[in-house]
């Protein structure tokens, strides 16, 4: 079977990278080492996890925050298990539109480890042992990324687990020990916390979601710790051991001091590793990185055998699904001999607790190290007519806008609906438009994106009108 181009991985950097390629006329075929496709983001990843975040929401309004608007409940409990049953309908239904799409798009499926024979040969090894050969004119790995881990502590996926194991427990935990404060941590933890698991985070870093402004840490750890979770920061992890259903893991203080905590669940977070495994890349000249085996690309997403290219969390850059896309879509069309681009720092970045979390561009901390003179605009949502109707008080939006040009350079917002919000950001960020530009655009009322206009508006000459 020969083919234009072979993709290898069938996440969403994956699939896109197919279904463009597709559409731009190009026979196409995709390799996929597990029984469904999606990738990692479908099956353990984004989606699951959004619809155990979701759940877990309705249920803290319910026992938190429905008196306050009139409605009494009574008896209310947790069904965990059709929680859970909820969440693998969603994936399903997800896994199985993926599949739809790759027969709408004629895109050839082939279900087994893919590895290279040779740079334009792919072997597929199916479940069953048998073989298959495939050639294609390009080869696009797509394969992904696994949960990092701990050299010193062993996962048993029982009680010291990944986030995949953490997306199918069979109970909520009483103490859910997290080790790391990043963004999947901090959502599953957040998860387990609003079912009324108590949660305890220990993280090396001096404050938790580290690669975003520090601004957005300290205000997410606030409600966090009035969700009830407690955070050990600047502490670093020594160890973890499992006696029964009890794990007690041990950690070092800023002082050097040891402690210990105890709970019947340990979550490692800590990040994720690219997925090269098996791919067979020493036998077509391609080297990975030692320290998180990265495939190192050139500008156009090629890798050092030519017609081989890279995408997605295997390569440098943020670990994000829409990353992954616009990659997938931009290899496709350079293929097809278009000129596409991509522009890294206009790439948003999201954490799904709630409030939300998400932000593009510069941080403060990036603009202070490289010295670019810029000035502030920040709105509070306790100030916001919307957020008030709808008791969503904490967080708010700042703009970080050149101090001479006025053009917007970075945006950072936790509140409402800031997954959401922060797509007008993006839009206004691509056009370089000015923290002015936007503070002179109607914006509908009430509504939360009226605080990305009125922190553009404290941005230009401290205009903001309702603080």
């Known amino acids: 079977m020969q083919y234009d181009v072979i993709v290898i991985g069938s996440g969403p950097g994956g699939y896109v990278a197919a279904i463009r390629c597709a559409q731009l006329g190009l026979k196409t075929a995709i390799v996929e080492k597990y029984n469904t496709l999606g990738g990692t983001c479908l099956n353990v990843g984004c989606i699951p996890s959004k619809a155990l975040l979701d759940s877990s929401e309705h249920y803290h309004n319910a026992a938190h925050t429905f008196t306050t608007h009139g409605i009494k409940l009574e008896n209310l409990g947790i069904d965990f298990g059709q929680m859970v049953k909820r969440k693998q309908e969603v994936v399903d239904a997800n896994t199985s539109g993926i599949s739809y799409l790759m027969k709408k798009n004629k895109i050839d499926t082939h279900f087994g480890v893919g590895s290279f024979k040779d740079k334009n040969t792919i072997t597929v090894k199916k479940a069953d042992g ?36 953490a997306l199918n427990l069979t109970e909520v935990p009483k103490h859910l020990v997290l080790i790391g404060g990043g963004v999947i941590g901090l959502e599953l933890g957040s998860v387990y916390a609003r079912l009324g698991a108590k949660v305890s985070v220990i993280e090396f870093m001096d404050g938790i979601i580290p690669t975003m402004d520090k601004a957005l840490g300290k205000e997410l750890q606030k409600v966090l710790t009035k969700l009830g979770m407690e955070f050990y920061l600047g502490h670093k992890v020594t160890g973890a ?48 990185e030692e320290r998180g085996r990265k495939i190192t690309v050139n500008d156009h997403l090629e890798t050092s055998v030519k017609g081989v290219y890279a995408i997605g969390d295997v390569i440098k850059g943020a670990m994000l699904a829409h990353k992954a896309e616009d990659e997938g879509t931009l290899v496709a069309e350079l293929i097809a001999g278009q000129k596409p681009h991509i522009d890294y720092n206009l790439i948003p970045g999201v954490v799904y607790t709630w409030p939300e979390v998400a932000a593009v561009g510069q941080t403060e901390e990036q603009l202070k190290a490289a010295g670019v003179k810029y000035k502030t605009g920040s709105f509070p949502f306790k100030a916001s007519g919307r957020a008030r109707a709808s008791g969503d008080l904490d967080g708010f939006v700042k703009v970080l806008a050149d101090a001479t040009t006025d053009e917007i350079l970075g945006v950072h917002m936790i509140g409402p609906r ?10 206004a960020m691509e056009y370089r438009a000015s923290a002015e530009d936007i503070s002179r655009m109607s914006h509908a009322h009430p509504t939360y994106t009226e605080a990305m206009r009125e922190a553009c508006l404290a941005a230009t000459e401290n205009r903001a009108i309702h603080i």
């Open 130 to 165: 048998t073989e298959t050969e495939i050639t294609g004119k390009n080869v696009i790995i797509a394969t992904g990324s696994k949960p990092s881990a701990l050299p010193f502590l062993k996962i048993d996926k029982k009680r010291i687990i990944t986030s995949t194991e």
């Open 241 to 288: 051991t499992v006696k029964g259903k009890d794990v007690t893991v041990t950690f070092d203080t800023p002082k050097g001091e040891s402690k210990e905590l105890k709970g019947d669940y340990c979550l490692v977070a800590v990040g994720r590793v690219a997925y090269t495994d098996g791919l067979g890349l020493d036998k077509i000249g391609i080297t990975v």
């Open 418 to 427: 800031a997954a959401d919000m922060i797509a007008e950001a993006v839009v």
